[in-house]
């Protein structure tokens, strides 16, 4: 079965600090992945997808993430975060189907610090 | 563009009753999808609609929710009767077919609380 696991459930970090917040997937075939943030009491807002293409994924808000087949991983970084980072951040599967049925992780919380 | 509406924003209820939230996709998007986010956790798929026909409610429970997606625009979601359990978050979201269906846009979200 398709799961995805998002290695830690909060991640403090000072301002102007680099982060990486890390997905592991699980498929025996293979997978569209995606970062989603959620702001407090807001919905979902896509940050960037990987379909194909270049491994490096580059998306809004200064964030990329780097897909890597061999170790199942899809993880986000930034270089610098600003307070206005602090969100919750959900790392998504699905497969090459035409649903579009997505999978989410458990979530990480990104707090950033002054 | 307008986004993904949804009302109402909260409702707190208690165990036995019945409740319903509305969606409002975005215009133009035939699928739309509504999630049960419990808190902690990642949003969960429960049913998926193209146009008017569901494509996939296999985690729906279908004994207490159900939904419907009339003339393949707005969406009701319903809970009856509600448990406890079903606290959560619920979200809407949509997008068009082809290769964009895996880009979703997600509305507000309505915060159930079962008392």
């Known amino acids: 079965a398709q799961s995805v696991t998002q290695l830690d459930s909060q991640v403090p970090v000072f301002e102007e600090a680099p982060v990486e917040l890390r997905c592991n997937y699980s498929?025996?075939?293979?997978?569209?992945l995606f970062w989603y943030v959620q702001y407090p009491n807001q919905g979902l807002q896509l940050l960037l997808k990987y379909l194909s293409g270049s491994t490096l994924v580059k998306g809004i808000n200064g964030f990329e993430a780097e897909f890597n087949k061999s170790q199942t991983s899809f993880h986000l970084r930034k270089p610098s975060v600003h307070i206005s980072d602090t969100a919750e951040y959900f790392c998504a599967v699905t497969f090459f189907s035409n649903t579009g049925k997505l999978i989410f992780g458990q979530g990480t919380t990104l707090q950033v610090k002054p | 563009e307008a986004g993904v509406a949804q009302s109402p924003r909260y409702k707190i209820i208690e165990k036995r009753q019945s409740v319903a939230f509305w969606c409002n996709p975005i215009?133009?998007?035939?699928?739309l999808y509504w999630y049960q986010q419990i808190l902690g956790q990642g949003p969960k798929l429960l049913i998926q609609f193209q146009n008017n026909g569901v494509v996939d409610d296999s985690q729906l429970p279908k004994d207490r929710f159900s939904a419907e997606r009339l003339k393949g625009v707005d969406s009701t979601l319903k809970i009856q009767p509600a448990k406890l359990e079903d606290s959560a978050v619920y979200l809407c979201a949509s997008s068009v077919v082809g290769t964009a269906i895996y880009e979703q846009y997600f509305g507000p979200g309505t915060r159930l609380t079962v008392t």
């Open positions: 498929s025996s075939v293979s997978v569209y």
């Open positions: 215009s133009g998007h035939a699928t």
